[in-house]
C-alpha cells in the first residue's frame, strides 16, 4: 500500500478490502454522507472527503501529517481485513455474507461521539439519527469551513453536560436528552473515565458502561466495536436478530443466547463477523 500526496489530499494506491460505500454504510458511524462520487464526513476537527478510483482511495483535504497522526488509525488501515475474512470464509453463510460486504472497514472513531450517537441510536432509523446528531453539532459545535460550506464538530462532553434539556428536544432527540445530558455530565465529571475503560479487558468493558444512562447491553458493544477495538463485541440489533435466528438459532432467541453462540463460534473476530451478517441482512432483508 503505497500512499502519494497530490495537491488537495492522498491516494492510498492500491488498497484492499476497502470500499466506502460498505464502510459508511453499514451502521456504524452517523457522520459521513453520500456527496457526488464519494463521502465527506467530519472527524474531529476535520474535514475530509472519502472516493473510491478503481483500486485506489482518495482522500480530499488530508495531508501526509493528517494520515499518520489520524486516518491511518481511523480507517483501520494496518489490519489485515483479508485474513479475518479467510478466517471468517470457514463458515459459509459468512463467505457469502462477505461477498456484500468485502470492503467493511471497522473504523476507530472517538469513544465520546460514539457514547452520545450510540444513545441516539436506541429505537431509532440511521436517517433519522443522523439528523440528530446533525441538529445538536450546529448548536453546540464549532464551525468548520471547506469549500464554501459550513460545517461542525462534535461539542465537548462540558458543553452537553451545560446544555438545556428544552434545548436539547428541539433538536428532535425526545426522551433522550435526559440521557444525553445524564451521560454528558458523568464524563465531564469525571464519573465515567472512557480512555480507562478502551484499556479494560471486554467484560469489564461493557460492564462499566452500562452504568452511562441510556446505555443498554446493545448500545454498550457498539461503542466498544466502533471506537474502543472490541473485536469480540457482537451488537444484537434487529437485523442481526432476524439474521442470527434466519440461518443459526431456532425462532425466539434472545440476545443473550446469540452472544453466547456468536463468542463461542466466531471468537475474537465476531464484532467483524457481526458486520458482515448485518450489512448482508439488511441488504437481503432477510426474516423480513
Not at 117 to 123: K, M, R, V, Y
Not at 126 to 135: D, V
Not at 225 to 233: D, I, P, V, Y
Request: hydrophobic share 40%; aromatic share 12%; net charge neutral.
Amino acid at each position: 500500500m503505497k500512499i502519494i500526496a497530490i495537491g488537495d489530499g492522498l491516494i492510498i494506491k492500491s488498497i484492499k478490502d476497502f470500499d466506502p460505500v460498505h464502510t459508511f454504510e453499514c451502521g456504524q458511524c452517523f457522520r459521513w454522507n453520500r456527496e457526488g462520487e464519494g463521502y465527506v464526513g467530519i472527524v474531529g476537527n476535520k474535514v475530509i472527503k472519502v472516493v473510491a478510483e478503481d483500486e485506489d482511495i482518495l482522500l480530499y483535504n488530508a495531508t501526509m501529517e493528517d494520515y499518520n497522526i489520524l486516518w491511518k488509525k481511523y480507517f483501520d488501515l494496518d489490519r489485515d481485513y483479508g485474513d479475518i475474512k479467510r478466517v471468517l470464509s470457514n463458515d459459509p453463510i459468512l463467505a457469502k455474507a462477505i461477498t456484500y460486504g468485502w470492503g467493511i472497514r471497522i473504523l476507530n472513531q472517538d469513544p465520546w461521539e460514539t457514547l452520545i450517537s450510540f444513545i441516539i441510536s436506541a429505537n431509532n432509523g440511521i436517517s433519522r439519527i443522523k439528523g440528530i446528531i446533525e441538529n445538536i453539532c450546529k448548536l453546540y459545535g464549532d464551525r468548520i469551513e471547506w469549500k464554501g460550506r459550513t460545517y461542525y464538530t462534535f461539542p465537548k462532553p462540558d458543553t452537553l453536560a451545560n446544555a438545556k434539556i428544552e434545548d436539547l428536544r428541539g433538536c428532535s432527540c425526545g426522551y433522550r436528552a435526559e440521557y444525553i445530558k445524564a451521560t454528558s455530565q458523568m464524563v465531564a465529571d469525571g464519573t465515567i473515565d472512557l480512555h480507562g475503560i478502551s484499556n479494560m479487558p471486554y467484560e469489564r468493558a461493557h460492564k462499566e458502561l452500562l452504568r452511562c444512562i441510556g446505555v443498554g447491553p446493545k448500545v454498550a458493544d457498539c461503542i466498544l466495536l466502533f471506537s474502543m477495538e472490541k473485536g469480540e463485541a457482537f451488537p444484537v440489533d434487529v437485523w442481526v436478530r432476524r439474521v442470527m435466528e434466519y440461518f443459526y438459532l431456532k425462532d425466539g432467541a434472545t440476545p443473550k443466547k446469540i452472544k453466547a453462540f456468536s463468542a463461542e463460534k466466531f471468537g475474537e473476530l465476531a464484532g467483524y463477523a457481526q458486520q458482515y451478517l448485518f450489512y448482508y441482512a439488511r441488504e437481503k432483508k432477510i426474516g423480513v
